[in-house]
């Protein structure tokens, strides 16, 4: 297991003990900015690590998305699926506060991980995004060498030692199943790598800082099927460390790696307009055999969507 191990030198730290049942304990230092204990708490497998309770999503007054509820489970793989414009990833970004840095965009309702409002006023975003990290769409690595773009984080976190440094880097493209095919080549530039690895370089780089949960805004989109199998086996590992939330157009694909499917649909008002809801969520093995809610065999046996 990586020890989760986050300093930075402008907020408070701590040093607790980590364990999970199954997992052997490791020593760690993680920042407590407006998380508190939040930030040291520690979830069993399968147990809530975030909480959605009555969410709703607006940009300006337009409220794109309207009462969601649902947990996000720890070590577990929840996937969003639903038709284009329904506010997955509008959910998504929620999760992590990424839509702060949208202009007009807001937050109703709860969003809690290890029971603290993430939303709250005194909690930091960008500790709750380095609790909580985002890999895109589309690979977006930073035109610096590979091992640059893994020790960003953990340098901007204050690790300043190049022997740290290397470890974390090591430890990082590892977890991300890419340290074989670059140990040799750290100083090239991450754009010069393939798509899939680019992606994968994106992950090594969110997991560098060791968050507790990573978010996927459909991480496969662009790549081609080899490279999606790839992506989609290191998800299997990486959800052995790490809770996974990913959002993606791919039925088959949140069938293969998800343990929790969430279906979004967008509904029309009287007024004409569309808001994203959550109509089910449940077991993925259940919402792909026996959904509970005729919309959502209708979207998953293709008769709309
Ligand atoms: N930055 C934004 N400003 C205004 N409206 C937005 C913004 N981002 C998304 N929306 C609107 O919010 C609604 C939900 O969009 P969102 O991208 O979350 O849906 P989605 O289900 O992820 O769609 P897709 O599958 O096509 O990516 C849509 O009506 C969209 O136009």
């Given at each position: 297991m990586p020890t989760r191990s986050v300093k930075s030198p402008s907020v408070d730290s701590e040093v607790t003990t980590m364990t999970t049942p199954e997992k052997a304990p490791s020593r760690t230092v993680r920042p407590t900015a407006g998380l508190g204990s939040a930030a040291t708490s520690v979830s069993a497998p399968g147990e809530p690590v975030m909480d959605l309770s009555d969410v709703s999503v607006f940009y300006g007054d337009f409220e794109?998305?309207?009462g969601v509820s649902l947990p996000i489970r720890h070590n577990q793989i929840t996937a969003m699926i639903g038709?284009?414009?329904?506010?997955k990833s509008t959910v998504l970004r929620s999760l992590n506060r990424m839509n702060d840095l949208v202009a007009g965009a807001r937050v109703s309702g709860s969003i809690t991980y290890h029971g603290q409002?993430?939303?709250?006023?005194?909690?930091?975003p960008i500790q709750v995004r380095r609790h909580i990290g985002m890999v895109f769409q589309k690979a977006n690595p930073f035109p610096k060498s590979i091992y640059d773009n893994v020790a960003y984080g953990p340098r901007l976190n204050g690790v300043k030692r190049r022997a740290e440094l290397d470890d974390i880097v090591e430890e990082a493209l590892t977890g991300a199943a890419l340290w074989d095919e670059v140990k040799d080549k750290m100083k090239t530039s991450g754009l010069a790598l393939s798509g899939g690895q680019q992606q994968r370089l994106c992950i090594a780089r969110a997991i560098a800082v060791k968050p507790e949960v990573i978010l996927m805004d459909e991480?496969?989109?662009?790549?081609?099927p080899i490279a999606t199998s790839k992506v989609e086996e290191l998800m299997f590992r990486l959800a052995e460390d790490y809770t996974i939330v990913i959002v993606t157009h791919n039925m088959q694909q949140a069938a293969r790696v998800s343990h929790y499917t969430a279906f979004f649909t967008a509904e029309v008002d009287d007024a004409g307009v569309r808001h994203g809801r959550l109509v089910e969520f449940d077991d993925t093995e259940k919402i792909f055999t026996n959904p509970a809610e005729q919309r959502t065999e209708d979207y998953i046996t293709g008769r709309f969507g």
């Open positions: 794109a998305v309207r038709p284009s414009g329904c506010g409002d993430i939303y709250a006023p005194n909690v930091d991480p496969c989109s662009a790549l081609d």
